[in-house]
């Protein structure tokens, strides 16, 4: 994995300005699990020169059972639809939408992991409006087609439904908590989560905001979860379909915790397979219960 350089998972909007004088491109990437338009959000008004990254089209390849919903796309779609946008490899991107950052996460792993410099905009969409009110546009910017290299995706960054259950990792649920229990589930038809998996929902990373939390509080939170500096290279991050579980490996880099690997398929995948075994009940829970559907 190539390294990014000196832009961190996370910026504050007042940050953005002493970005602007670099080649910074602002990614509106809202999607929504219910079926909303995340095309129509952004056309309803968005960050001004935003461009809009459609996550079916161009951060997602095409869903199987054994891939998941939401699996990588190969390559070479991803940096066709990087150029179509405008990114270059030189580019800083700023992703946000308005859920906290949890899907925006998806594009900035996709991007920081293949040696880009991306960050989510902490707080997105409304601490953009807080700081700059009746500032969103409807337009859409122009833009020239970008110089996006191809390059695959890093081996050491990925981890396989094997891998799960191992001696050696220290496997994360980033879903909420009702999806964990098995109490219910919106999407997947068997309930529950993978065996030994502790749960630790991206959303509780956040304020009722949807601002980061303090850095400390983070760290105590996966602290209770068994995640410290010397155990964060084991992680394994999942989640419904690949997406949210990029929110807690961009969380943990951020507070200063280290890097795990996510397994992209996620329970969309693992849970279909029903050879695998699976657990339902609280499991390892050290934090209390958040409240919306993820990915």
């Known amino acids: 994995m190539t390294e990014p350089t000196d832009i961190p998972p996370f910026v504050r909007v007042e940050e953005l300005d002493d970005l602007r004088g670099r080649r910074l491109?602002?990614?509106?990437?809202?999607?929504?699990?219910?079926?909303?338009?995340?095309?129509?959000?952004?056309?309803?008004?968005?960050?001004?020169?935003?461009?809009?990254?459609?996550?079916?089209a161009w951060l997602t390849g095409p869903a199987t059972a054994e891939a998941g919903r939401n699996p990588l796309p190969a390559p070479e779609v991803f940096a066709e639809g990087m150029r179509t946008l405008g990114i270059?490899?030189?580019?800083?991107?700023?992703?946000?939408?308005?859920?906290g950052g949890v899907i925006a996460a998806r594009l900035v792993w996709m991007l920081r992991t293949t040696g880009r410099r991306a960050?989510?905009?902490?707080?997105?969409?409304?601490?953009?409006?807080?700081?700059?009110?009746?500032?969103?546009?409807?337009?859409?910017?122009?833009?020239d087609s970008g110089d996006f290299s191809v390059r695959p995706w890093p081996a050491e960054v990925l981890a396989d439904a094997d891998e799960l259950t191992g001696p050696a990792a220290l496997t994360l649920d980033a879903r909420n908590r009702d999806r964990f229990i098995g109490q219910q589930d919106p999407?997947?038809?068997?309930?529950?989560?993978?065996?030994?998996?502790?749960?630790v929902p991206c959303r509780e990373n956040l304020d009722p905001r949807g601002r980061l939390l303090p850095a400390q509080t983070i760290r105590d939170h996966f602290d209770a979860a068994g995640v410290?500096?010397?155990?964060?290279?084991?992680?394994?991050?999942?989640?419904?379909?690949?997406?949210?579980?990029?929110?807690?490996?961009?969380?943990?880099?951020?507070?200063?915790?280290?890097?795990g690997r996510l397994y992209v398929g996620g329970w969309s995948a693992y849970g279909?397979?029903?050879?695998?075994?699976?657990?339902?009940?609280?499991?390892?829970?050290?934090s209390p219960a958040a409240g919306e559907a993820t990915l």
């Open 88 to 99: 270059g490899d030189d580019d800083i991107v700023v992703a946000y939408d308005d859920q």
């Open 187 to 199: 999407v997947d038809p068997r309930p529950g989560h993978v065996p030994g998996a502790v749960n």
């Open 272 to 286: 279909r397979d029903e050879t695998r075994q699976v657990e339902t009940g609280p499991g390892r829970t050290p």
């Open 25 to 56: 491109v602002l990614a509106d990437v809202r999607w929504y699990l219910d079926g909303r338009s995340g095309r129509a959000a952004y056309e309803g008004g968005h960050l001004p020169g935003a461009v809009f990254v459609d996550l079916d």
């Open 119 to 143: 960050a989510i905009l902490d707080g997105g969409l409304d601490a953009y409006l807080e700081a700059h009110p009746d500032s969103l546009s409807a337009a859409e910017p122009e833009a």
């Open 228 to 259: 410290d500096r010397t155990t964060a290279s084991q992680v394994i991050s999942y989640c419904g379909s690949g997406v949210t579980a990029c929110h807690n490996l961009l969380t943990l880099e951020h507070t200063g915790l280290g890097r």
